[in-house]
T-cell receptor
Framework: DTAVSQTPKYLVTQMGNDKSIKCEQN?????MYWYKQDSKKFLKIMFS???????INETVPNRFSPKSPDKAHLNLHINSLELGDSAVYFC???????????FGSGTRLTVV | SQQGEEDPQALSIQEGENATMNCSYK?????LQWYRQNSGRGLVHLIL?????REKHSGRLRVTLDTSKKSSSLLITASRAADTASYFC????????????FGKGITLSVRP
């Protein structure tokens, strides 16, 4: 019954590897987002998709590539992982327009 | 870039007391939202106040918005130990592809 679900919850990987995080929402929302939360809890938007179309891309290195196969799914693929990519990545969704977001429980990525 | 700035950064109170948290922002907004994040969890939407509203209530929560001062406050009345969490304000800009921009967060500790 989870509204926004992310997998995996934890991800530990070596520098240089490629990894993916998956997100699915069952709320029927039109818009989905990826946020990055650093060690100081600062949240920064990375991408936003509206009904499979990329609408926000915030100066994120092109090693990060989002993909939305349909409006219920938004995945994040990261190439050539770096130490600085270590963070918690949150997926979120919202209806179209100005509404609150529903967040997933996060994916804690640790690059060693 | 960061929009909301919460104040104080950390707050410790006794159970039963009221907790007041403030947020300031810099640009025009469509709405301002408050979120709660328990340790190791995702963010939970608490309340949304639109730019043409001045005050809103939800249970033990009271939010005010002063657009002339570009500031908002969140009041939690009769606090409980379970209110211990980080609280974030987030602003939605007025653009067509609006996104939420989060502040740094306030850590609230409620002592039993």
């Amino acid at each position: 019954d989870t509204a926004v679900s992310q997998t995996p919850k934890y991800l530990v990987t070596q520098m240089g590897n490629d990894k993916s995080i998956k997100c699915e929402q069952n709320l029927g929302h039109d818009t989905m987002y990826w946020y990055k939360q650093d060690s100081k809890k600062f949240l920064k938007i990375m991408f936003s998709y509206n009904n499979k179309e990329l609408i926000i891309n915030e100066t994120v290195p092109n090693r990060f590539s989002p993909k939305s196969p349909d409006k219920a799914h938004l995945n994040l693929h990261i190439n050539s992982l770096e130490l600085g990519d270590s963070a918690v990545y949150f997926c979120a969704s919202s209806p179209l327009g100005f509404y609150g977001y529903t967040f997933g429980s996060g994916t804690r990525l640790t690059v060693v | 870039s960061q929009q909301g700035e919460e104040d104080p950064q950390a707050l410790s109170i006794q159970e039963g007391e009221n907790a007041t948290m403030n947020c300031s922002y810099k640009t025009s907004i469509n709405n301002l939202q408050w979120y709660r994040q328990n340790s190791g969890r995702g963010l939970v939407h608490l309340i949304l106040i639109r730019s043409n509203e001045r005050e809103k209530h939800s249970g033990r929560l009271r939010v005010t918005l002063d657009t002339s001062k570009k500031s908002s406050s969140l009041l939690i009345t009769a606090s409980r130990a379970a209110d211990t969490a980080s609280y974030f304000c987030a602003t939605a800009d007025t653009g067509a592809n609006s996104k939420l921009t989060f502040g740094k967060g306030i850590t609230l500790s409620v002592r039993p």
